[in-house]
């Protein structure tokens, strides 16, 4: 993987946020998750690789976004051939609601380097690098957080565990209550929460619940270039959703995959804030202008660049 392609993708989510954060708070998630898909796709056919889409809206017939299996890059181009998992607007409600964590993201990876995860649940849990290894979606949520307090050399009520807002999540906010856990509800967007694990001073030590899977592969290609941990597996409502699970060539449907699982070989994953949350700033327009809060990083290299970055309209034009 080209090393350069790493701030190639950075100019790919500030394009897509600086498009849908026009959208905040307007009550419109639709026009936002369209605006940032456009821009998006506009620059990633701007760049020199010939990219396919593997975890992105859903299958040709069903999505005019970007979706499964489109090609993207400069047409024609002879760039190295790679796989993309996007979401163009991780928290669409948020952004049309004007709340916090809203980004924009996208990873890529070497061919057959992501694990094509249908679009339905995973169950999940993520952790920043003093827990590697030490997770198990096996255990109850009690024994993880043992463990976890344990490797941050801290008590269990020291930590902090993100989890949606679902009334799926109750026995896991009962549980994580009992253990003595600080807990932070939020409304929508797992893929930032999971990240800020990493993060040391971030605020968040743990991410876990049931979430969407696609957003578990983003989720993990991060975790795995900041040296955090996850675990995933998939939550089938109905057998429709193991038959599309199959023609996606996933056969066992009690697996646990690890983020090396999810997310393999050279990875770059890059995100921009569209609103305020505990890994980036939000999207702020000033005159003839705006500037942008990103975090860009490659897992060969451990290399993880946080970037501010300022746009002059008049120069660079958001459509």
Same mark, same amino acid.
């Given at each position: #993987? *080209?090393?350069?392609?790493?701030?190639?993708?950075?100019?790919?989510?500030?394009?897509?946020?600086?498009?849908?954060?026009?959208?905040?708070? /307007?009550?419109?998630?639709?026009?936002?998750?369209?605006? @940032?898909?456009? @821009? #998006?796709?506009?620059?990633?056919?701007?760049?020199?690789?010939?990219?396919?889409?593997?975890?992105?809206?859903?299958?040709?017939?069903?999505?005019?976004?970007?979706?499964?299996?489109?090609?993207?890059?400069?047409?024609?181009?002879?760039?190295?051939?790679?796989?993309?998992?996007?979401?163009?607007?991780?928290?669409?409600?948020?952004? @049309?609601?004007? /709340?916090?964590?809203?980004?924009?993201?996208?990873?890529?990876?070497?061919?057959?380097?992501?694990?094509?995860?249908?679009?339905?649940?995973? =169950?999940?849990?993520?952790?920043?690098?003093?827990?590697?290894?030490?997770?198990?979606?096996?255990?109850?949520?009690?024994?993880?957080?043992?463990?976890?307090?344990? @490797?941050?050399?801290?008590?269990? %009520? *020291?930590?902090?565990?993100?989890?949606?807002? &679902?009334?799926?999540?109750?026995?896991?906010? %009962?549980?994580?209550?009992?253990?003595?856990?600080?807990?932070?509800?939020?409304?929508?967007?797992?893929?930032?929460?999971?990240?800020?694990?990493?993060? =040391?001073?971030?605020?968040?030590?743990?991410?876990?619940?049931?979430?969407?899977?696609?957003?578990?592969?983003?989720?993990?290609?991060?975790?795995?270039? #900041?040296?955090?941990?996850?675990?995933?597996?998939?939550?089938?409502?109905? /057998? =429709?959703?193991?038959?599309?699970?199959?023609?996606?060539?996933?056969?066992?449907?009690?697996?646990?995959?690890?983020?090396?699982?999810?997310?393999?070989?050279?990875?770059?994953?890059?995100?921009?804030?569209?609103?305020?949350?505990?890994?980036?700033?939000?999207? &702020?327009?000033?005159?003839?202008?705006?500037?942008?809060?990103?975090?860009? #990083? &490659?897992?060969?290299?451990?290399?993880?660049?946080?970037?501010?970055?300022?746009? %002059?309209?008049?120069?660079?034009?958001?459509?």
């Amino acid at each position: #993987m *080209d090393r350069n392609l790493a701030l190639e993708l950075v100019r790919v989510t500030e394009a897509a946020a600086l498009a849908c954060g026009r959208w905040v708070g /307007k009550g419109d998630k639709n026009a936002a998750d369209l605006a @940032a898909t456009e @821009a #998006m796709r506009r620059t990633l056919d701007s760049i020199d690789i010939c990219g396919t889409v593997v975890i992105g809206e859903g299958e040709m017939d069903e999505a005019p976004m970007l979706y499964i299996g489109e090609k993207v890059g400069n047409a024609g181009c002879k760039g190295p051939e790679i796989d993309i998992a996007v979401d163009p607007l991780e928290g669409t409600n948020i952004c @049309a609601k004007g /709340k916090t964590g809203a980004i924009t993201t996208i990873a890529l990876a070497p061919r057959g380097g992501f694990l094509h995860a249908p679009d339905m649940y995973m =169950e999940k849990i993520a952790v920043g690098p003093a827990a590697h290894g030490l997770i198990d979606l096996t255990l109850t949520p009690e024994e993880n957080l043992r463990r976890v307090a344990e @490797a941050k050399s801290c008590y269990v %009520q *020291d930590l902090t565990v993100v989890i949606l807002d &679902r009334p799926r999540h109750e026995k896991i906010i %009962q549980d994580v209550r009992k253990a003595g856990a600080r807990i932070h509800l939020i409304s929508d967007g797992d893929v930032a929460p999971a990240i800020a694990a990493t993060v =040391e001073g971030s605020g968040v030590d743990m991410m876990m619940g049931i979430g969407g899977a696609p957003e578990g592969v983003l989720a993990a290609a991060a975790l795995k270039c #900041m040296g955090g941990d996850m675990r995933g597996r998939l939550v089938f409502l109905n /057998k =429709e959703e193991k038959a599309r699970a199959r023609t996606m060539g996933i056969d066992d449907f009690d697996k646990i995959y690890t983020a090396e699982e999810m997310a393999s070989g050279d990875v770059v994953f890059a995100a921009t804030g569209v609103t305020n949350g505990e890994l980036l700033t939000g999207v &702020r327009y000033m005159s003839g202008g705006a500037e942008t809060h990103s975090v860009v #990083m &490659r897992s060969k290299s451990r290399t993880v660049r946080f970037i501010n970055a300022r746009h %002059q309209f008049d120069f660079k034009p958001v459509y």
